[in-house]
Each structure stands twice: as structure tokens, then as C-alpha cells.
């Protein structure tokens, strides 16, 4: 009974998934500062607790390093994402909000809402109920 | 033998839990946070032009911080425990429980060797965290 019940509130945690977990959306991103960026993919941290993306932008004749937050390995697969899907090199368009430091150095910071992909596939590359703005992303949301 | 290294930690947050109630924030800060970033952080792969890196411990003294970030998880749940913190709070001790298992598994997964054991119990180690902050954090 006492497994049964351990299981029950894993698996519910599990469906809403609302992350407040190593950290919310609101206490590192701005909600207000929408990225839409398009760049090289140079970089892929397939680690927990979220993988990173780090992509390439050339902005005003520079080279920027933009690096993306984005859910679990293990929430991306089950949103179509694998390691070996985002190869480095390959160009790819990023939505998603601005770390609230705004720094770029070393490199800019954004939690990643989707991405799309050169054939124009595109896929959700985030956790759903992060507190991050509902902006048709997710579709779990819709 | 060498986990007896973790009892005057343990200890001393006991101690300090039961005369002072001490900051919950501070025990997942200071001893929660490290121990599961020692988890995350010796498993999935870096992928680059140059090739896939795997994060595994390299030498048996990496291994080691793993089996010490998966024993403190696992005995920090009976801090979790105690009754000054979790008098009243049913899913408090579930969660607790959940991490005990986990803390658990990460233990034996290390002393295997076991990087996609570990890669695996990294993500269950999230959801679990994940689970309890989302009723508790804000408590």
C-alpha cells in the first residue's frame, strides 16, 4: 500500500511537472525580455538537471554565444529532442527569455521555449508549468 | 567506515535542528544542493564539433564524490525526518522517503559504476526534488 502510494505521488508530480524545482522561471529569466535568435549550434550539455544548447549568433558583425536552459534530457526525448537530434553546426532558430542580468559576458543566458529546426520542424525544448509565460510554446499548454 | 566521516555533519545538523530549528534553506543550500550536483554532475555527455564527452568520474577518487553526494542524500532524509520538521506534513515524509530511495540507488549505481544508471537516477533525483518543492517551497 505504502509503495502504491510513493508511486501515486511521483506519477502526479510527474504529469503537472511544475518546476519550482533547482529553479523557478521568474527567479532567473525575464518574462519581458523575449529572445528570437538564429545561429549555429556549437555547444550541447546533455546533462541533468537541464540540458543547454550553446548557439552562435552573429550580432553587429560579432559573434555572440548564446547559451539556452532547457528541460531534462529526459523531458526533451519525450518532447522529440535527442542528444543526437541538435548536432553542433547545424543552424537553428531559438525562442525563449533573457536571463534578468541581461549580461552577455562570458556569453548570454535564456531559458529556451522552442526551437526550430532547418527543415522547419520545431519542437518544444522546455518543462511544462515552469512559470514561464504562456506564449503557445508549450503544447501541453494549448 | 569511511561514511563515519558523515556522522559529525549529520550530527551537528541534528543538533542544530532540534535546539534551533534550523533554516531549511540552509540545509538544502549548503548540504542537499552539493551532494545532488555531485549526482548531476558525473553523468550525461558534452557534445561538440570535436565529439561526445561522457561526464563519468574518471578515477576511483571521482567515484568517490559520487558515493559521498548519494549516502548524504540518502541519510539526509532522516534529518527530513526529524520531528520538528515534518510533525503533521504526510507528503513531507513520502518526499522525504523518495529520497531516500533515490539517495539509495544513486549509492549502489556508483558502486557499480554505472554512468547510465546514475544518468537515469539523476533524473529521477530532479522529479523528486521537483515534486516536493512544488508543494513545500513556497510554504
Redesign the interface.
Known sequence: MKII??NL??LL??F???????HAFTAEFDANAPINITGKV????????HAWVHVEVEEDSKLIVWMVEGG???TLIRNGLT?NS????TVINVRGYQSKGKLCLPRCIANGRDITFPDGSKVFMGSSGTGAPKDGADPRER | MRYLLLLPLLISFIVVAENEHSDMHDLMAHMLTPASEA???S???????QG?FS?EPANDEEWEKVLYGAKVISESAYLLKIPSRSENKN?WI??A??LK?VGDKAFEAAEAKDVEAL??I??E???????C??VY??K
Do not use: R
Open positions: 502510494k510513493l505521488i511521483l508530480s510527474f503537472s511537472y511544475t518546476v519550482y524545482g533547482h556549437i555547444k550541447v550539455e546533455w546533462i541533468n538537471p531534462t534530457p529526459n542528444k541538435i548536432k553542433p553546426g | 549526482i548531476w554532475e553523468s550525461g555527455y558534452v557534445i561538440t564539433e561526445e561526464l507528503e513520502v518526499f522517503s523518495l530511495d544518468f537515469q539523476g533524473a533525483l530532479y522529479q523528486v526534488c521537483v515534486a518543492h512544488q517551497m513556497n
